[in-house]
């Protein structure tokens, strides 16, 4: 055993080591914020990886967030050095990327597969295909693409083609709906694409129809662990079923139903209901929170015990630091402009050493935007933490799509999307149409057709393009080369302020991140496939800045600690939000509501200050019912 492991070992509380030295057979352990439930997930990894370093079995941890994999197996590797490679830890879809590369071939899925994970894509994907389809005499037209939204639910829901119609009420709707499924699962297929959802269901598809592939999965790897299993949508959780199959039974999660603020996706707390009445699992529960003042985690429990939708005779959360000095303050102001402003000059005074430690959150981004012009306005180093799904510059854009041709060279959308790319990056007026139909003439690949007509051009940057392009044609090979000059000269190819960062250097960033956690998860060099799976699986934003305030929507900041944390808007109709108030909602979403305050509140690892202002764009707003549940009306001005 390392030292690193046994002194991890060593310090965990005698529930975490019960969870750690779990052995065979299902087992569920309700981790509220704070009790150090990676801590135990690593630790579990790792011992398991230490004990069995003779033996040839691979251990499977499924996570929410790619960014969760990526501490978790740092996590793993500080442990146990050198022993992480017989472990998959990465998402559900990264783990159905890999599974489909592998047995994919039984339904028609080659391995080198694209990846469409923005809507506008796949839109075009559809509209293309039903035209081509209009044209072939089929009764549809353009505007079908409308059904995608739908067909979106029903796969998300495990339904194919076949048994989409009887789950619409109008029989016409239906048929329609259904024949454009149809229509688009062949389009894909025929472009050798996936999106997120067929992900999913093409793995459970296979576990079903090539029973053997899910034995396989079984016998190589023993032992499954999945992290913030609450945020599991029901299709998610259905090809763990599909995939244990009867028997199976040694599924480890990790789950907490105070957590549960995805509803909209799927995350429910009947999931957890399920998990229990199928598997049996064993119950262990994490409450010693090691992140919380007293007082925050006092809060915390008075305000979630008004939910009901939680596990029965589940235990408070216990406080363990000694210090129970008051960490909640509270701020009201008479207006939305003065909240942000008075908020703003707050952390202002506290000085630039603790911004890169202090959060501002809100249910929304509509209520932060405000609070980020007043942090600007005080010279406060500030921003918004935006998931970015694509790269934003045309340098970055251009050598995806470029590498994405020379993996798949008859995907028109993506060669258009190069070729637009690479007219901004050089003062260069190619026509993807016209270049598409001359390589079709001309016997060429459109990479090639581009490359040529990019060499002709005067400008350097378009004859640099042209070279990257055309050793691509040469040797698919050569991409490893192309990648890393490329990133080095890309940047280079923007007209910048000096000390101004670009989009390009932004890019960049993102890329070498998103690579090196690929790496990573593949324990060596990836191939042109699996980078490429890898990125459009990955967020693109860049590294955040260390030394600057994080705004964040409750959503973006879940898993994430600070030690000065601003609650802003805490009113009724804004948190809880005014949908969950109205007399026709449903129950469970005002308990969603109150899971989003108190996900908040416990991010918590100094001082918490919760404001809210008495009237928002003009509108006259009382105080959040959450301040009299949190037991805090009254308190410091309220």
Not at 121 to 126: A, M, N, P, Q, V
Not at 406 to 427: C, E, G, K, Q, Y
Not at 599 to 624: M, N, P
Request: proline share 5%.
């Amino acid at each position: 055993m390392t030292p690193e492991l046994a002194a991890a070992l060593e310090s965990l509380s005698l529930n975490q080591k019960v969870a750690v030295d779990w052995g065979e057979g299902a087992a569920i352990v309700l981790a509220g914020p704070g009790v150090g439930k990676t801590t135990v997930l690593t630790a579990r990894i790792a011992r398991i990886l230490d004990s069995s370093r003779n033996r040839n079995f691979r251990t499977l941890a499924l996570t929410f967030t790619t960014k969760a994999g990526d501490e978790m197996r740092t996590r793993v590797e500080r442990l146990v050095p050198g022993l992480t490679d017989p472990t998959l830890i990465g998402t559900f879809h990264a783990f159905c990327a890999q599974v489909l590369r592998q047995h994919g071939s039984h339904l028609g899925i080659r391995p080198d597969f694209g990846v469409y994970d923005q809507d506008s894509d796949r839109e075009e994907l559809l509209r293309d295909a039903l035209r081509e389809a209009t044209a072939k005499g089929e009764p549809v037209e353009e505007r079908d693409v409308r059904w995608l939204k739908a067909i979106d639910q029903l796969r998300s829901n495990l339904i194919g083609p076949a048994k989409a119609a009887s789950r619409f009420h109008d029989q016409s709707d239906g048929e329609r709906a259904a024949r454009v499924y149809t229509i688009y699962e062949a389009a894909l297929r025929d472009r050798n694409i996936m999106d997120f959802n067929g992900m999913i269901l093409d793995t459970c598809r296979l576990a079903h129809q090539v029973p053997a592939v899910a034995a396989r999965i079984r016998q190589s790897y023993p032992y499954w662990l999945i992290d913030e299993f609450q945020d599991t949508s029901p299709a998610q959780y259905r090809l763990v079923r599909f995939l244990a199959g009867s028997d199976f039974k040694n599924v480890f999660v990790v789950a907490d139903d105070d957590q549960i603020i995805y509803q909209w996706a799927g995350a429910s707390y009947r999931q957890i209901l399920v998990f229990r009445e199928q598997f049996s699992p064993s119950l262990i529960q994490l409450v010693e929170n090691r992140r919380c003042p007293p007082d925050v985690v006092r809060a915390a429990n008075s305000l979630i015990a008004h939910n009901a939708e939680r596990t029965p005779g589940k235990a408070l959360l216990l406080a363990t630091r000694a210090d129970d000095c008051p960490a909640i303050s509270q701020r009201v102001f008479a207006t939305d402009v003065d909240e942000a402003s008075g908020i703003a000059v707050e952390i202002a005074a506290a000085g630039a050493g603790s911004w890169g430690r202090t959060a501002v959150l809100a249910r929304t981004r509509a209520i932060l935007e405000p609070v980020l012009k007043a942090l600007r306005a005080e010279g406060v180093k500030a921003a918004i933490a935006t998931r970015r799904d694509r790269f934003i510059s045309p340098q970055f854009t251009w050598l995806q799509a470029c590498l994405e041709q020379a993996l798949r060279p008859s995907d028109r959308h993506v060669f258009t999307m190069m070729v637009d790319a690479a007219n901004r990056i050089a003062p260069m007026e190619c026509d993807p149409a016209l270049l598409a139909a001359e390589a079709e003439a001309a016997g060429r690949s459109f990479l090639e057709q581009w490359a040529l007509a990019a060499q002709g051009c005067s400008e350097p940057e378009a004859q640099r393009l042209a070279d990257f392009g055309l050793r691509l044609v040469q040797s698919r090979g050569a991409w490893r080369t192309v990648m890393k000059e490329a990133l080095v000269w890309l940047p280079g190819t923007v007209d910048s302020s000096e000390g101004v960062v670009t989009d390009a250097e932004d890019d960049k960033a993102a890329w070498e991140t998103a690579l090196r956690a690929i790496r990573a998860e593949k324990g060596g060099e990836p191939e042109l496939e699996e980078l490429l799976q890898g990125l459009a699986l990955r967020p693109k934003e860049p590294p955040p800045d260390p030394e600057a305030v994080a705004l964040l929507t409750v959503h973006a900041a879940k898993g994430l600690e600070f030690d000065h944390v601003y609650l802003v808007g805490l009113a009724e109709t804004v948190l809880p939000s005014w949908q969950s108030l109205q007399p026709k909602a449903r129950p469970a979403e005002l308990e969603e509501e109150r899971r989003n305050c108190f996900v908040a509140i416990t991010r918590t690892k100094e001082c918490l200050v919760i404001s809210r202002s008495e009237s928002y764009r003009g509108w006259r707003k009382t105080a959040s019912r959450f301040l009299t549940e949190m037991g805090l009306t009254g308190a410091n001005g309220a």
